[in-house]
């Protein structure tokens, strides 16, 4: 275990390390896999992998100001996730969200990109640089307020596949490649995508049927829907002796 303010480390095929640090740089300069678990708020200053993965895993808020993929190749992917601070042995509750904010997040193009939250995550700013990757997973397990956002970033990828798992929105700016949305859940919000490309709704569920659950889905290309569902539930009326079944819904599509 490294215990310091700010961790630093460069190596030609693999760095693996459990720390309680607040900064790190790590770098590879040959082949080989990064990874790390931290315990406390951590701000990966500057993390790349010249040609293999890039996994950490930390207890407390993480700031991704530049992590970075280099190689061209499948193995390229980076996977961080966070752990929130909780009470109880039993029953646990959570204190606080470990939010994950991104400045610069960037696989090179057959990598994929896995984001494991427990809260939201975030770009740092409007500005800040589109997420790169070939397919993108996010999980957020986010404490906020109705109307706030769970999930919201500036993606350039090719595949999308976003979940949250309470009251939360998700919100996208995609760049111009051409999108796939599969296997997209929103537990109870807003859903909402703004592309420069194509957009292929594969499959997009808004769990929750509550009044205000939309989905906007804004393309500058051709816009293909497959599955899309904003909330259900069964309305059923009596005719005489028999009873008719229908599936509605309170959010809108547009």
Same mark, same amino acid.
């Given at each position: 275990?490294?215990?310091?303010?700010?961790?630093?480390?460069?190596?030609?095929?693999?760095?693996?390390?459990?720390?309680?640090?607040?900064?790190?740089?790590?770098?590879?300069?040959?082949?080989?896999?990064?990874?790390?678990?931290?315990?406390? $708020?951590?701000? +990966?200053?500057?993390?790349?992998?010249?040609?293999?993965?890039?996994?950490?895993? @930390?207890?407390?808020?993480?700031?991704?100001?530049?992590?970075?993929?280099?190689?061209?190749?499948?193995?390229?992917?980076?996977?961080?996730?966070?752990?929130?601070?909780?009470?109880?042995?039993?029953?646990?509750?959570?204190?606080?969200?470990? @939010?994950?904010?991104?400045?610069?997040?960037?696989?090179? &193009?057959?990598?994929?990109?896995?984001?494991?939250?427990?809260?939201?995550?975030?770009?740092?700013?409007?500005?800040?640089?589109?997420?790169?990757?070939?397919?993108?997973?996010?999980?957020? &397990?986010? $404490?906020?307020?109705?109307?706030?956002?769970?999930?919201?970033?500036?993606?350039?990828?090719?595949?999308?596949?976003?979940?949250?798992?309470?009251?939360?929105?998700?919100?996208?700016?995609?760049?111009?490649? &051409?999108?796939?949305?599969? #296997?997209?859940? $929103? /537990?109870?919000?807003?859903?909402?995508? &703004? #592309?420069?490309?194509?957009?292929?709704? /594969? !499959? +997009?569920?808004?769990? !929750?049927?509550?009044?205000?659950?939309?989905?906007?889905?804004?393309?500058?290309?051709?816009?293909?829907?497959?599955?899309? $569902?904003?909330?259900?539930?069964?309305?059923?009326?009596?005719?005489?002796?028999?009873?008719?079944?229908?599936?509605?819904?309170?959010?809108?599509?547009?």
């Amino acid at each position: 275990l490294i215990k310091a303010n700010t961790l630093t480390a460069n190596a030609d095929n693999g760095i693996n390390l459990k720390s309680e640090v607040r900064t790190t740089s790590l770098a590879l300069s040959g082949s080989g896999d990064i990874t790390l678990a931290n315990t406390g $708020v951590l701000n +990966l200053l500057s993390i790349s992998a010249n040609e293999g993965a890039v996994s950490i895993v @930390n207890k407390g808020a993480l700031t991704a100001t530049s992590v970075r993929a280099l190689g061209a190749s499948d193995r390229n992917d980076i996977s961080l996730s966070t752990i929130a601070s909780t009470t109880g042995t039993t029953t646990l509750t959570r204190v606080d969200d470990a @939010n994950l904010t991104i400045h610069t997040l960037s696989s090179a &193009d057959r990598g994929d990109i896995t984001l494991n939250v427990q809260g939201t995550v975030k770009r740092a700013t409007s500005t800040s640089e589109a997420i790169v990757a070939d397919k993108l997973t996010v999980l957020a &397990d986010a $404490v906020v307020a109705a109307g706030s956002n769970a999930i919201e970033l500036n993606t350039q990828v090719r595949v999308l596949q976003l979940e949250t798992r309470r009251v939360g929105q998700i919100w996208v700016n995609q760049g111009n490649r &051409d999108l796939i949305v599969a #296997a997209t859940k $929103v /537990a109870n919000g807003d859903f909402t995508l &703004d #592309a420069a490309g194509q957009v292929d709704l /594969a !499959s +997009l569920e808004i769990s !929750s049927n509550a009044v205000g659950n939309d989905i906007i889905v804004t393309a500058v290309k051709d816009l293909l829907v497959q599955r899309v $569902v904003a909330g259900s539930i069964d309305l059923t009326a009596i005719d005489g002796s028999t009873t008719v079944t229908q599936v509605g819904s309170s959010g809108l599509v547009t």
